[in-house]
T-cell receptor
Framework: QKEVEQDPGPLSVPEGAIVSLNCTYS??????FMWYRQYSRKGPELLMY????GNKEDGRFTAQVDKSSKYISLFIRDSQPSDSATYLC?????????FGQGTTLQVKP | GAVVSQHPSWVICKSGTSVKIECRSL??????MFWYRQFPKQSLMLMAT?????????EQGVEKDKFLINHASLTLSTLTVTSAHPEDSSFYIC??????????????FGQGTRLTVV
């Protein structure tokens, strides 16, 4: 079993839709959770960073962590074609990031 | 935010030759850097942790003699793929944290290097 699981998609939505991206993890020691966005042939860029359970909002993006169910989510409101990318969740407790497989998102105009 | 620069962004080399990839932290001193490998449509797999002034720590299954890591200064780590073969073709990415921000804070990634071995 992978430590962080993520549905690779692809996920295709119309412009303006609310997008829900999800990951599960197995290691209950994980305390830090991140979402990265990666465009094709580029390095990942950090979108959201949360510690322990709870919600965090930044503009159109909301990250949720539910440690009781080991479930992490990223919501994108009013999705734009420029949001089309691969979204990677990652977890950490020792300084070493463990990544999910990444979900490919396409937002159609 | 902090910037990590990686060079080159792409390289094509002949089978049997060696290739060096550089990773620099531009506005902070990184005592630790990380090297990842990513195959198409797959996640980032940690290859090794590069520690300034000491030997790198390699993940299980990664050949340390093939993937040489040198972290000679607080702003530069290099990954050398020795005697490259076509199966080494991949996207290599480095990342670093600003140590003043703590061990588990956000990591900043380089732009990645696409290596093609022909």
């Amino acid at each position: 079993q992978k430590e962080v699981e993520q549905d690779p998609g692809p996920l295709s939505v119309p412009e303006g839709a609310i997008v829900s991206l999800n990951c599960t993890y197995s290691n209950s020691a994980f305390q830090y959770f991140m979402w990265y966005r990666q465009y094709s042939r580029k390095g990942p860029e950090l979108l959201m960073y949360t510690y322990s359970s709870g919600n965090k909002e930044d503009g159109r993006f909301t990250a949720q962590v539910d440690k009781s169910s080991k479930y992490i989510s990223l919501f994108i409101r009013d999705s734009q074609p420029s949001d089309s990318a691969t979204y990677l969740c990652a977890s950490s407790n020792t300084g070493k990031l463990i990544f999910g497989q990444g979900t490919t998102l396409q937002v159609k105009p | 935010g902090a910037v990590v620069s990686q060079h080159p962004s792409w390289v094509i080399c002949k089978s049997g030759t060696s290739v060096k990839i550089e990773c620099r932290s531009l506005d902070f001193q990184a005592t630790t850097m990380f090297w990842y490998r990513q195959f198409p449509k797959q996640s980032l797999m940690l290859m090794a942790t590069s520690n300034e002034g000491s030997k790198a720590t390699y993940e299980q299954g990664v050949e340390k003699d093939k993937f040489l890591i040198n972290h000679a200064s607080l702003t530069l780590s290099t990954l050398t793929v020795t005697s490259a073969h076509p199966e080494d073709s991949s996207f290599y990415i480095c990342s670093a944290r600003d140590p003043s921000e703590g061990m588990n804070t956000e990591a900043f990634f380089g732009q990645g290097t696409r290596l093609t071995v022909v």
